[in-house]
C-alpha cells in the first residue's frame, strides 16, 4: 500500500470511530448505527438510526421487533443534508453497518461517491446496488489501528 493509499485509510478508520461513537446516540435497543458524511474532509451531516422527529424515543415493540416508521442512520444523515445548504455530491459516507437497498438508493440519489462500512448488512443487495453504479464501497473492521 502506497502513502497516499495508507494515509486514505486512516482518515477512513478516524471517520468510521466517529460513526461508531456517534451510534451511541441511538434509542433503538436491537441495533445501534451511526453515520457521517464528509465531503472535502469536512463533516457535513451525522446520523443515527432512530424514530422521526415528534415520536417517542422507542425503537422496538414489545416483542423486539423494529418499528416499521424507524429511520436508518444513513436516511437521517441524508435527509438532514437536504434540510441545510450544502449537498452531498461528491461525499464519502462513514457507517457502521453496510447499507439496506432502500438505503441504497437514497445514496445513489443523493450524490454520495463512496461509502465506508464496518458491519455487515444482513443482505448483500445494498451493496451490490451501489457498486453497480459505481460507488466505491469500502469495508474495515473497527478495531483495525
Not at 451531516?45 to 423486539?64: A, H, I, K, L, R
Not at 429511520?71 to 444523515?77: D, I, P, S, T, Y
Not at 461525499?91 to 457502521?96: N, V
Not at 440519489?109 to 457498486?131: F, P, T
Amino acid at each position: 500500500m502506497g502513502y497516499l493509499e495508507e494515509k486514505q485509510r486512516q482518515l477512513d478508520m478516524r471517520y468510521l470511530r466517529m460513526a461508531s461513537i456517534w451510534a451511541e446516540n441511538s434509542y433503538c435497543v436491537r441495533r445501534k448505527v451511526g453515520a457521517l458524511i464528509v465531503k472535502d474532509k469536512m463533516i457535513i451531516s451525522d446520523g443515527y438510526n432512530g424514530t422521526p422527529s415528534g415520536f417517542e424515543n422507542v425503537c422496538e415493540d414489545d416483542e423486539g421487533h423494529t418499528k416499521p416508521y424507524v429511520l436508518h442512520a444513513e436516511a437521517n444523515a441524508i435527509t438532514k443534508v437536504a434540510k441545510s445548504a450544502n449537498n452531498c455530491d461528491g461525499s464519502t459516507l462513514y457507517i457502521t453497518a453496510a447499507p439496506c437497498i432502500e438505503c441504497s438508493k437514497l445514496i445513489i440519489q443523493a450524490g454520495i461517491r463512496r461509502v465506508v462500512y464496518a458491519e455487515d448488512y444482513r443482505s448483500e443487495e445494498g451493496l451490490n446496488l451501489l457498486r453497480r453504479v459505481g460507488i466505491e464501497c469500502v469495508q474495515y473492521e473497527l478495531n483495525e489501528k
